[in-house]
């Protein structure tokens, strides 16, 4: 079946930790994003890339990298730099060009302590 | 950049009744408009789109206007059911790669 896999569902880290979220799609789409989605705020736009080895930020990119070394696949690493990083990630797809539909993955989410 | 208002925050219908939500855009340029449903702990899934050339469009018992000229849009679910109670969201795009732009939901629950 083809469709957008995260990894893992749910992450626990200690503050101070690195923590990586995986992201893998089989629809050959070319651009990939990454949201994250806090209560009664909405989908914010974290990172996306349009083509392999190519990436831009979102509205909210600090505390966060991501790669795209491979078009199947779009990690995030949220790095200790991120002041709040207890949220739910989430990533999604997309054929490029303008006016086309979203696919988003189960989500991770991820809690610090 | 792009900003999109969503409202209410929280819509709660009885069984059979009519649900609308209401979401505004800031861009002229933005010419694609989607709405996604979202279930507890699961991703967001397409329900219904529209394109900036079109003014109205339905899907069985859902349907999305929009207004080019005031820059809104809205979502509109007849006959609704309990298991339309979710968290739904409206989203605009502007750009040639599909970046958008999203509001900030809204929690429909339908009582049985």
């Known amino acids: 079946d083809g469709g957008i896999t995260q990894s893992p569902k749910y992450l626990f880290r200690k503050e101070g930790q690195n923590v990586t979220l995986s992201c893998e799609q089989n629809?050959?789409?070319?651009?990939m994003y990454w949201y994250r989605q806090d209560p009664g705020q909405g989908l914010r736009l974290i990172y996306y890339?349009?083509?392999?080895?190519?990436?831009q930020k979102g509205d909210i990119a600090e505390g966060y990298s991501v790669s795209r070394e491979k078009k199947e696949s779009f990690p995030l690493t949220v790095t200790s730099a991120q002041k709040n990083p207890t949220a739910f990630y989430l990533c999604a797809s997309s054929y490029q060009g303008a006016n086309t539909e979203a696919f988003f993955g189960q989500g991770t989410r991820l809690t610090v302590v | 950049g792009e900003n999109v208002e969503q409202h209410p925050s929280t819509l709660s219908v009885q069984e059979g009744d009519s649900a609308v939500i209401k979401c505004t855009y800031s861009d002229s340029a933005s010419n694609y408009f989607p709405w996604y449903k979202q279930e507890l702990g699961k991703g967001p899934q397409l329900i219904i789109d529209?394109?900036?050339?079109?003014g109205e469009k339905k899907d069985q018992r859902i349907a999305v206007t929009l207004n080019k000229t005031a820059k809104h849009f809205s979502l509109h679910i007849t006959e609704t059911q309990p298991e339309d109670s979710a968290v739904y969201f409206c989203a605009a795009s502007s750009t040639s790669y599909g970046k958008l732009t999203f509001g900030q939901g809204t929690i429909l629950t339908v009582h049985p």
């Open positions: 890339s349009q083509i392999v080895n190519d990436f």
């Open positions: 529209i394109r900036s050339n079109v």
């Open positions: 629809l050959n789409h070319d651009a």
